[in-house]
């Protein structure tokens, strides 16, 4: 009895395990730039040298999505279960620490550790992390509870056609666009109702401190709202401190703003436009893919024939952009609309431009702000 109950134990454990790695695993995959993404937030955010592994994360964002679904899948069919529980072991003995890291110093908003598809805070995502940590300490001491079901070819097969499976479909996402997209600038999205605040949306509470010092002793002192020297001659106002205590409502855009390189607000002409309006958004020049700038001028010439607004979205600076043209029209002989960039490139904030399309180039049309069409560039 006691050896049944401890079998039982032990494969919930390990279920519990598998799952959660195989689901973090699918939805890192389904969008491996997401990852990369947030992996370049947080070397950006550690600073120093962190930020000379900048180069590398994709390629960790790759190793950490195919270990996770390669464990949770030999972790589900209960292969080598005795060393996917130490490896299970040791990467939260690495996680856990790092997110209550992350947890205490918030240099990012969330984790990333489910994508887009569940957004944790940086505690919910350490709590949780205690949980599993737990659980992997648990199937570490039963797991020879649990006998072995394959022989190692057949574990090596598994194992093996998990890793397949897991990198091809990183690579098919990678050359077109996520499978599922779970940003809010998904298509039939509107963009300007997800940029509305309800009229009973919860307000941002701040806490304010007023400092003050006294014109006799020369001390400055801390004061609330409700006890400051209102009107009180001995005491000069220095300065103000407000700290942000309750998070209000933020609607799920709140930071797409397009400015022409006259820096001119042209967000609203390109959300009310009844004619579709095609933006192609590159957020980084220095990174985008040159080789595509042609489909880029053939997606122009069309919007010309249509007579359809076509704009380039970028985070690139003005010199950039200048640079970017000028070896496009020079070294490619790509001319339109290339020779004229006042005109066709825009810039947007870069984190934006890297949510609304997981592509370096990519586009997306709207009509009535509502995205119709969403695509990679290598794709047209």
């Not at 590398?56 to 899948?73: K, N, Q, R, S």
């Not at 590159?282 to 249509?306: E, F, G, P, S, W």
């Not at 995205?371 to 047209?380: F, H, Q």
Request: glycine share 4%.
């Amino acid at each position: 009895m006691k050896s049944k109950t401890l079998h039982i134990i032990a494969s919930c454990a390990r279920t519990l395990l598998a799952l959660t790695f195989i689901f973090s695993g699918l939805v890192k995959a389904i969008d491996p730039l997401g990852t990369t993404y947030k992996i370049e937030d947080y070397l950006k955010a550690f600073g120093g040298l962190f930020t000379l592994l900048l180069p590398l994360a994709e390629y960790a964002a790759w190793t950490l999505i195919a270990l996770e679904f390669v464990l949770g899948v030999c972790m589900l069919l209960n292969v080598r279960t005795g060393l996917t529980s130490r490896l299970t072991l040791l990467f939260y003995c690495v996680m856990t620490p790092l997110t209550l890291y992350i947890a205490l110093r918030n240099p990012v908003s969330d984790c990333g550790c489910f994508g887009d598809a569940l957004v944790l805070t940086n505690w919910q995502t350490f709590w949780k992390n205690v949980v599993l940590i737990s659980l992997s300490v648990l199937l570490l001491c039963l797991h020879r509870n649990i006998p072995a079901s394959f022989h190692l070819k057949s574990e090596l097969r598994i194992a093996g056609g998990a890793l397949l499976i897991v990198l091809a479909l990183m690579t098919w996402t990678r050359l077109h666009l996520p499978l599922l997209d779970f940003r809010p600038y998904k298509i039939g999205n509107n963009i300007p109702e997800l940029m509305e605040i309800p009229d009973d949306a919860p307000q941002p509470q701040y806490s304010v401190t007023l400092l003050y010092r006294n014109t006799e002793t020369g001390k400055v002192q801390e004061f609330t709202l409700q006890d400051y020297p209102k009107n009180d001659p001995l005491w000069v106002f220095e300065d103000q401190k407000s700290v942000l205590v309750v998070k209000g409502y933020e609607p799920p855009i709140h930071d797409f703003e397009i400015l022409t390189m006259d820096f001119e607000d042209i967000t609203e002409d390109i959300l009310y436009s009844e004619t579709p309006v095609t933006l192609v958004i590159m957020y980084d020049l220095n990174k985008t893919d040159n080789d595509l700038m042609d489909r880029v001028a053939d997606i122009y010439r069309t919007c010309q024939d249509r007579q359809q607004p076509f704009y380039i979205l970028t985070g690139s600076g003005e010199e950039d952009i200048e640079s970017f043209c000028f070896d496009i029209c020079n070294e490619m002989g790509v001319k339109p609309p290339f020779n004229n960039p006042a005109q066709y490139f825009c810039t947007c904030d870069p984190v934006t431009l890297k949510t609304i399309v997981r592509a370096n180039p990519g586009a997306i049309v709207l009509e009535n702000g509502t995205i119709i069409d969403k695509y990679n560039i290598r794709n047209k």
